[in-house]
């Protein structure tokens, strides 16, 4: 199940930025689209994109909210929550004709309050994971030929596999692990892409202040290690622009030709985690099994009605 993590000697690291990755890219002529693209590192992500050249598409939840991030971006209604917004929207980009050349999963919430959405879906499973997965496979009539598709996930991941027996916490609610089964279904997903024979990986941006995080009192940032005592971020942390640079990184470099399904740090290839360190990061073996993979797209196929690549 690691045989995909293996460094590729990109020479960027955790300090590079996504205009550090695109240097001397052209994007000209590419279309990407970016859930999430309108705040934090999706934000940077779009910016990036669009100074190499891509023409970038933004799904929003608050399509004013990205208009005035992003006055000269395209900005679409999308709510990752709702299947049947999820359906208009990739039914409206399929009716242009255009193709997507990368598609980068960002959007997501975390340590939200216990939510329901849809038929009673946990909101960090349904949003972080289900939507995506719907919006993939809606869209994969447009998906150009040798197209990438990044999963944002995190190192969030090492505090639970998929809880297979409660995917929607109908026991007792944690939102920490609601969150961290939500970034190893988004790595699993790309792992299930990548033997569906799209180009497809998952992405740990590392530890980075953004709004993400308005769900945790800044108490409880302080008691985390997020920050220092003075309010800084603490040692290790990035800015938004240097956690873009993975999923840039993920979206263009010709090193990863032939590695599909591989899980990304610091704009390379992760190597398996030796530590429960989150801050050091890699991944640990359940979020890159290609059988729990294939569990999990069963599953989600079950739960959206949508299988659309077999």
Request: glycine share 10%; proline share 6%.
């Amino acid at each position: 199940m690691f045989t995909q993590q293996r460094k590729a000697g990109s020479g960027f690291g955790a300090r590079s930025t996504a205009d550090d990755v695109l240097a001397g890219i052209d994007l000209s002529g590419r279309t990407a689209l970016v859930t999430g693209g309108y705040s934090g590192i999706g934000l940077e992500t779009t910016l990036a994109l669009s100074r190499a050249g891509a023409h970038v598409i933004v799904p929003a939840r608050r399509p004013a909210e990205a208009r005035n991030a992003l006055p000269e971006a395209e900005v679409h209604a999308l709510d990752l929550a709702d299947l049947d917004s999820v359906r208009g929207f990739a039914a409206d980009f399929l009716d242009t004709g255009r193709t997507l050349d990368i598609v980068i999963n960002g959007a997501g919430i975390m340590a939200c309050p216990e939510t329901r959405v849809g038929p009673g879906w946990e909101a960090h499973f349904a949003v972080n994971h289900l939507g995506h997965f719907a919006l993939v496979n809606r869209l994969r009539p447009a998906l150009a030929d040798g197209a990438r598709v990044v999963s944002v996930a995190s190192s969030g991941h090492f505090l639970s596999d998929v809880r297979w027996d409660d995917l929607h916490f109908r026991g007792t609610y944690d939102p920490w692990l609601a969150y961290a089964q939500s970034k190893t279904a988004n790595a699993l997903f790309a792992v299930h892409l990548a033997k569906l024979g799209l180009n497809a990986f998952a992405v740990h941006p590392g530890s980075i202040l953004t709004p993400l995080q308005r769900h945790v009192p800044r108490e409880e940032w302080l008691a985390l290690g997020w920050i220092t005592p003075d309010g800084a971020p603490a040692p290790g942390f990035k800015t938004p622009a240097q956690g873009a640079a993975t999923a840039v990184w993920a979206a263009t470099s010709p090193l990863l030709d032939g590695r599909a399904g591989a899980y990304c740090q610091d704009c390379d290839i992760a190597e398996p985690a030796r530590t429960d360190d989150m801050l050091v990061g890699g991944v640990k073996p359940w979020a890159v099994d290609p059988e729990s993979a294939a569990r999990l797209w069963q599953v989600s196929a079950e739960l959206t009605g949508l299988d659309l690549f077999s």
